[in-house]
């Protein structure tokens, strides 16, 4: 069975879909790889509302960047690959981040003390509405943190794809060409 002429892609566009995918490999590993090796350090002086002030900001304006870079990149929707690949991870990592701070100033913030997996692990079960119950918040401070967790991957899985996909729209239109066209002249 042959692909149609419309579907196929030239070598062009498969070297950039492979970078595509490599970079936003590298991207998450990167975000991984920091989250497992920079310090935890727990101050008296940082409350958790600073912690998750500080977190949510970072997110917003990485997520505003990635943004313009869609809009104003020669091919958005590869670009809008690595935006996915660099801000869903990112915002695991900073609640995973959240949870093992929390965790080490107080450790019966959760049913037991967690370590950066298991921060993670609740993390992505928070995210994915999964909750086992093999962790759970046990203060009141610990659930509202989860609570915030909980409405912001709302706010994710809705506005933040949607914005996204938009800047791929304004991107795709400013250049004035269709962009799932890989078999027109010119490219």
Partial sequence: MTTPPALA????ERSQLVRTGVRALLTATVLLTAYYLIPVEHRAHQSVALRLGAALALFVVVMANEIRLITNHDRPML?????LSTVLPLFLVLFSWIYVTMSHADPGAFGHSLTRSSALYFTVT????????????KTDVARLVVT??????LAVIA???RLIFGAVTRGVARQGQPEASPTEPGH
């Fill in 159 to 161: 506005v933040v794809i």
């Fill in 79 to 83: 670009r809008a690959a690595v935006a």
């Fill in 148 to 153: 915030v967790q909980e409405l912001a991957d």
């Fill in 9 to 12: 892609l030239g070598e062009f």
């Fill in 126 to 137: 928070v995210f994915s509405t999964v909750g086992f119950g093999d962790i759970v918040p």
